[in-house]
């Protein structure tokens, strides 16, 4: 995602929202330091693992569980969106790729890491302390933000984990995408919450009628 086409929607998302354009500047600059002389991994790690491959983004949604007793997931490179991780550990599923904000089970995702998930770890302007906790623990790290990247922190497009998921696999030309544990509808959220499974919903419409 060119982020000349990606900062439109992502100014009307700090606009819905309050948040602060400086507060996820700020968080990129310092994720962007952690990753110097870390164990990061370079975008070619992602080119590898999903370019022509079918692709199973895993949301957190309550249906998870049911919706992966119905995919093969053998035959698929499997990303999980934050607290996804979990769920799939719980199974004996090892994500591919863990799109995370740090906001979920930290302690399984940094278990899924130790056995080959490769993280890839969103900066704003809300994480700040867990990115300076956490980031030291992990490898293979792909930092990301959704203001404008760095040399070292990327914009794939997307803003919740679920649907950055989607757009990193599009950035990096999977053959298809499935989703599993998504429910843009659920109720029984808080309005926060709720209002970011509608921006979901919306840019993952977007990305439909692009394609």
Request: aromatic residues 6%.
């Amino acid at each position: 995602m060119d982020f000349n086409q990606w900062e439109p929607i992502y100014q009307q998302i700090l606009d819905d929202f309050g948040f602060s354009r400086e507060e996820d500047e700020t968080a990129a600059l310092l994720l962007s330091n952690l990753l110097v002389g870390s164990s990061s991994a370079g975008t070619d790690v992602l080119d590898t693992l999903i370019k022509r491959r079918d692709v199973l983004v895993c949301g957190n949604a309550p249906c998870l569980s049911d919706d992966l007793d119905v995919v093969e997931i053998e035959n698929h490179v499997v990303i999980a969106a934050d607290g996804a991780a979990a769920v799939l550990l719980d199974r004996g599923i090892i994500p591919d790729i863990i799109v995370t904000d740090l906001d979920g089970d930290i302690e399984k995702e940094i278990t899924a890491n130790q056995q080959g998930s490769i993280m890839v770890v969103h900066s704003h302007g809300d994480n700040t302390v867990k990115l300076l906790k956490y980031v030291p623990l992990m490898k293979d790290i792909i930092g990301t933000t959704q203001a404008k990247p760095l040399g070292n922190v990327h914009n794939f497009g997307g803003f919740s984990d679920g649907d950055r998921c989607v757009f990193m696999a599009l950035e990096f030309n999977a053959s298809s995408i499935t989703l599993a544990g998504f429910d843009l509808d659920d109720e029984n959220v808080d309005p926060i919450k709720k209002k970011k499974l509608q921006w979901a919903h919306r840019l993952l419409r977007m990305i439909a009628n692009m394609n």
